[in-house]
């Protein structure tokens, strides 16, 4: 799916086999090979600006968004979140859900202001050392778990 205002130059679509040399460049796919979901990608002018995978559970969880630090606050998240929903509501799913880092704010307003909120489960901590695609990273973050019930537009 694509998704624009009109006048923008901002595309979310479904990442290509073809793409994932040029994006995995300047953002990483960390989740590229975990085999439940796939990548959206957010381009303008043909250029990756991020990405958020789309894990297909019950319910789907939004994971992985990342925005270049360039092109942040320009309302990348919110077309990926966006799109994320359009593809949970089109895969017959009435709920998102994600993790997000107690400590990061602009996250968690980012997902409150798309209608995200937290469902009261335990915060998660999640600490050591994560294999991920691009290599060994050292994580020590508290997650907390979010949810949002979807609509159909009538």
Not at 20 to 42: C, I, K, P, T, W
Not at 136 to 149: A, N
Request: a negative charge; charged letters at 25%; aromatic letters at 6%.
């Amino acid at each position: 799916m694509n998704r624009a205002e009109p006048g923008e130059r901002l595309r979310v679509r479904r990442l290509a086999d073809d793409e994932v040399e040029r994006v995995g460049v300047v953002l990483g796919l960390a989740r590229l090979y975990q085999g439940n979901g796939f990548y959206l990608v957010a381009w303008e002018n043909e250029e990756p600006l991020g990405h958020a995978y789309l894990a297909l559970t019950d319910p789907p969880e939004l994971q992985d968004v990342q925005v270049r630090h360039e092109h942040r606050r320009r309302g990348v998240a919110s077309a990926l979140t966006s799109v994320a929903e359009e593809n949970v509501l089109s895969l017959g799913f009435d709920r998102l859900r994600l993790e997000v880092s107690q400590g990061n704010i602009a996250a968690q307003a980012l997902y409150r202001s798309c209608g995200f909120a937290d469902i009261g489960a335990p915060a998660r901590r999640v600490h050591g050392t994560i294999i991920i695609r691009t290599g060994p990273i050292e994580v020590d973050d508290t997650l907390l778990t979010w949810e949002k019930t979807l609509a159909r537009e009538l």
